[in-house]
């Protein structure tokens, strides 16, 4: 997903109203053309649904969200290479998480796999959100 598209929805999620596309064009820093056809390509794709005059968030965009959500660093998942042998990646969303498993070397996946950290820190960091993804979906006027 592409950083211009998470703002989006980062964003309806943040909405305590509705808003003209002018004002939220501002609000996500891009220009109307542009958020226009943000909108267009996530309602496409599933994560923005036709709710009244506007747009909400659907379930998908939801679960998407909780990726890009952000936990403190001291509930961060931190890769060691084994005991007392920690590397310098902390994963502080499962986006972050994601990207680090490709960079980490063998013995650290090894270490965590076998001792089930990837699993505990997967369910504790979806609990854990900093900022909660809202059940209500926020509506945006185009």
């Known amino acids: 997903m592409k950083e211009e598209q998470v703002r989006v929805l980062k964003t309806m999620v943040e909405a305590t109203s ?9 609000k996500v820093s891009l220009t109307p053309n542009q958020t226009i056809h943000q909108v267009q390509e996530l309602a496409k794709n599933g994560f923005l649904q ?15 969200l909780k990726a890009f959500t952000r936990v403190t660093e001291e509930n961060g998942f931190h890769f060691y290479n084994g005991l007392d042998q920690p590397t310098e990646f902390t994963a502080q969303s ?3 998480f994601y990207g680090f498993i490709k ?17 505990n820190w997967l369910k504790m960091s979806t609990k854990t959100l900093i ?12």
């Open 131 to 142: 900022s909660p993804v809202k059940s209500e979906a926020s509506e945006l006027l185009i």
């Open 50 to 64: 036709k709710v009244g005059g506007g747009y909400g968030i659907t379930e998908k965009a939801k679960a998407v």
């Open 103 to 119: 960079q980490v070397g063998a013995d650290s996946l090894e270490f965590h796999l076998y001792r089930g950290d990837f699993e």
């Open 18 to 26: 509705r808003m003209d596309i002018n004002m939220f064009a501002q």
């Open 94 to 96: 499962i986006n972050e």
